[in-house]
C-alpha cells in the first residue's frame, strides 16, 4: 500500500525511526519533524535507485524465499497490510513481506525487509544488517508484539530477516534478533517525538541549520524589521562579505586564465607540456528550444527544427592534472 505524502504526515513509519533516532545517514530528525508539518509535502523524489529498488523487490523476496525452502521452511506469502499501534495511531508500520508456514514442525511467522544497494556499501551488510535498517524492523516487530499483548495473546514464533541486493548481483540475507527492550527503545523514542515535537509543532535542536532548516522556519521577510547583532554574528557578516568577494576575485581569474589559454592554443585541441597532456578544448554545439511553442504547437508530424531558437558553438577548457 502506498501512502500520500499528505497521509504519511499523521503518522511515524518505519523509515522514519532510524532518522528520528539519529541512526540515519541521510536524513535528520530536522528533515522529519519539517516533513510532518510542511504545508505541501512533495515526498520522495523518484530517482533510479527508488525505482530500481522496487521493481526489484518481487524477485529479491522470491530469491529469500527459494533460500528458506531449502533450509525446510514451509511457508507462504501473505499480504502486507499497513498495520497500526493499537492505542498509538501515530505510530504505524508497513513491512516489505510476511510469511506465514511451518518450520520443523512448528507455526512461524517470518517478517522481511527488502532492500538494494551499489557496491560501495557491501561493507555495511558483512555480518549483520546496519543500525539505521536495524531500528526499521524492531519498529515493525514492535507494533506487531503490541497488537498481541493488546488482545491478550500470545506472540506467535516470529523471525525478523533481511534481503538485500548488492550491486545488482550479489544477494545476501541476514536474520536479526530483536528483543523486548529494543521494542520499548523505538517505541519510546517515536513516541517521545511526536508528543514534543509534532504535537507541540517544536522543531528538534540542532547544531547547524540548513537552508531546509531556515525555509521552513522563516518562509517570510518581515518588511522593515530590524534586528540587532550581537559581536559574533558581526563576525559571520564580515567572514560571509570576505569569502564572496574572494569567490568573486577568483572567477574573474578563471576566466582571465582560461580565456588566455584558449588564445594560446587556437585551434589546438591538447596542450603537452614535455610528454604530458596538462588542457584540453572540446567543441559542440548547443541548441536551444522555444518549449513554450513546443507546448502549444507540437504535433507528431511536426518538423521538430522549427522550433529551434539557436545553435551556438562553446569550446570548454579541462585542466587534465
Request: hydrophobic letters at 30%; a negative charge; charged letters at 30%.
Amino acid at each position: 500500500m502506498d501512502f500520500t505524502p499528505e497521509e504519511r504526515q499523521e503518522y511515524i513509519g518505519g523509515s522514519d525511526i532510524s532518522a528520528i533516532m539519529g541512526l540515519n545517514p541521510w536524513k535528520t530528525p530536522q528533515d522529519i519533524f519539517i516533513e510532518k508539518l510542511e504545508d505541501d509535502p512533495k515526498g520522495l523524489k523518484e530517482t533510479d535507485y527508488l525505482y530500481w529498488g522496487k521493481a526489484l523487490e518481487e524477485s529479491i523476496a522470491d530469491r529469500w524465499l527459494s533460500e528458506r525452502s531449502r533450509e525446510g521452511y514451509n511457508i507462504e506469502r501473505q499480504e502486507a497490510l499497513s498495520t497500526a499501534h493499537p492505542t498509538k495511531t501515530y505510530i504505524r508500520g508497513h513491512p516489505d513481506a510476511i510469511f506465514r508456514g511451518w518450520k520443523d514442525g512448528q507455526p512461524i511467522r517470518c517478517f522481511l525487509e527488502i532492500k538494494t544497494t551499489d557496491s560501495r556499501n557491501a561493507s555495511n551488510w558483512t555480518h549483520l544488517a546496519p543500525p539505521y535498517y536495524y531500528v526499521q524492523l524492531a519498529w515493525y516487530a514492535m507494533i506487531n508484539a503490541r497488537n498481541y499483548e493488546n488482545r491478550g495473546e500470545t506472540l506467535p514464533d516470529t523471525e525478523y530477516w533481511f534481503a538485500v541486493l548488492i550491486g545488482g548481483n550479489n544477494y545476501k540475507d541476514c536474520q536479526v534478533d530483536i528483543n523486548s527492550n529494543d521494542m520499548d527503545l523505538v517505541e519510546s523514542k517515536g513516541d517521545e517525538f511526536w508528543k514534543e515535537h509534532i504535537e507541540k509543532e517544536v522543531m528538534p535542536e540542532y547544531d547547524e541549520p540548513d537552508e531546509r532548516i531556515n525555509s521552513f522556519l522563516f518562509p517570510h521577510v518581515e518588511q522593515h524589521k530590524i534586528l540587532e547583532c550581537d559581536d559574533f554574528m558581526k563576525k559571520k557578516v564580515d567572514e560571509y562579505r570576505t569569502l564572496k568577494s574572494a569567490m568573486k576575485n577568483m572567477y574573474a581569474q578563471e576566466k582571465h586564465l582560461k580565456e588566455l589559454i584558449k588564445n594560446k592554443m587556437g585551434e589546438a585541441q591538447y596542450m603537452v607540456y614535455g610528454n604530458e597532456k596538462i588542457a584540453s578544448q572540446t567543441e559542440y554545439d548547443r541548441t536551444s528550444i522555444n518549449w513554450e511553442e513546443v507546448a502549444k504547437n507540437y504535433e507528431s508530424d511536426s518538423d521538430f527544427n522549427k522550433f529551434v531558437l539557436s545553435q551556438t558553438k562553446k569550446t570548454t577548457i579541462k585542466s587534465l592534472r
